[in-house]
């Protein structure tokens, strides 16, 4: 299936330092957006990248995509404690006009002070 | 981006019942999707909810089962049918606006069956 698959599942991390988080896919895609979901809320939308393109940056958040490795990553710079949630990435497979968002289970990341 | 509001927020509901929950959208948007996050899992696309026509469903999602509206651009219904504790999930609207293949979701509801 397309569905992204983030690693590590599970990271923790000082406040301040760096956060990097994995996915991979299966199938070519027409874009892979990234979203935050804290405890019990909904999701918010971070990045999307398309598969022409293979970096993005919005704020402390750089993402990068490389299509020939079928993987993407997303980096949290400055870490803080609010920081702290649950990242997961979805890739938009050619199928479905770029609509069809297959999620993984996420990389829970929390950040200590 | 667009403000999604959803209703109910959450529900506990009786096996064999129905349950319909609503995405409301402050502007006029492209597409509507719902989507399903069972307890300690990812999210699951249902189908797509297409204005004025029977929306597309994903497999293993059946329009008996969960019968979706949209009646104009900016709002749908998504009903959750015979529930069994099987369905105990948190169930997510997003939208598509514009251009844009971003989708913005709502806060979700969390349905509990007992």
Redesign the interface.
Known sequence: SQ?GEEDPQALSIQEGENATMNCSYKTSI??L?W?RQNSG?????LI?I?SNEREKHSGRLRVTLDTSKKSSSLLITASRAADTASY?C?P?GLTGG?????????TQLKVEL | SAVISQKPSRDICQRGTSLTIQCQVDSQVTMMFWYRQQPGQSLTLIATANQGSEATYESGFVIDKFPISRPNLTFSTLTVSNMSPEDSSIYLCSVRTGTSYEQYFGPGTRLTVT
């Open positions: 569905q027409n874009n957006q979203y809320r909904g999701l918010v939308h999307l398309r997961f979805a938009a770029g609509n069809k968002l297959t999620f993984g289970t996420g």
